[in-house]
Antibody, heavy 119, light 107 residues
Framework: QVQLQESGPGLVKPSETLSLTCTVS????????WSWIRQPPGKGLEWIGY???????NYNPSLKSRVTISVDTSKNQFSLKLSSVTAADTAVYYC?????????????WGQGTMVTVSS | AIRMTQSPSSFSASTGDRVTITCRAS??????LAWYQQKPEKAPKLLIY???TLQSGVPSRFSGSGSGIDFNLTISCLQSEDFASYYC?????????FGQGTKLEIK
């Protein structure tokens, strides 16, 4: 049973870069597609982007200029970097997986990690 | 971006009720639709994908229908553990967008 676990700082200063890592256990990252999704407090869900096991990435156009998602198959991890953050980036960040680049429904999720942007 | 609109935003029901939540896409998305359940402080859980395919391990009281623009999630006989928020999500095109959510509360 594949499990996902997010890790990273819970507090980031405005204008800095948010960096999170998702560790995949119980299975290989060398399959499926690996996404980041966020949820501001009390609000809905926003897909940020995904990366394939080969490193090919696809991003939400609204965030594309600030986002980088990468994969490290040797560590069974994938990562999110979001630059120039503001208070609007405060959210619970989830990592999740989908079966393919066309079946982008998320059948497995991490527990989520809260990131607050504040000075 | 394709906008997903759910209705109602919230409602109350009783254990044993049959309930239906509706999701409408701003343009046709064929059957590229998923439904999720989210409980407080928890990650969403996939219930249905491809509009009507039940995810493995999800109880059969959950069902999905629709294609094109209009979709439904039906819970045939509400159980206590079903009181939660529900989200639809389209994966027809990037960005993959979610509905605003429907909160199902106990009457």
């Amino acid at each position: 049973q594949v499990q996902l676990q997010e890790s990273g700082p819970g507090l980031v200063k405005p204008s800095e870069t948010l960096s999170l890592t998702c560790t995949v256990s119980g299975g290989s990252i060398s399959s499926y597609y690996w996404s980041w999704i966020r949820q501001p407090p009390g609000k809905g869900l926003e897909w940020i982007g995904y990366v394939s096991y080969s490193g090919s990435a696809n991003y939400n156009p609204s965030l594309k200029s600030r986002v980088t998602i990468s994969v490290d198959t040797s560590k069974n991890q994938f990562s999110l970097k979001l630059s120039s953050v503001t208070a609007a980036d405060t959210a619970v960040y989830y990592c999740a997986t989908s079966r393919s680049s066309t079946l982008v429904s998320f059948h497995m999720w991490g527990q989520g990690t809260m990131v607050t942007v504040s000075s | 971006a394709i906008r997903m609109t759910q209705s109602p935003s919230s409602f109350s029901a009783s254990t044993g009720d049959r309930v239906t939540i509706t999701c409408r896409a701003s343009q046709g998305i064929s059957s590229y639709l998923a439904w999720y359940q989210q409980k407080p402080e928890k990650a969403p859980k996939l219930l249905i994908y491809a509009a009507s395919t039940l995810q493995s391990g999800v109880p059969s009281r959950f069902s999905g229908s629709g294609s094109g623009i209009d979709f439904n999630l039906t819970i045939s006989c509400l159980q206590s553990e079903d009181f939660a928020s529900y989200y639809c999500q389209q994966y027809y095109s990037n960005p993959y967008t979610f509905g605003q959510g429907t909160k199902l509360e106990i009457k």
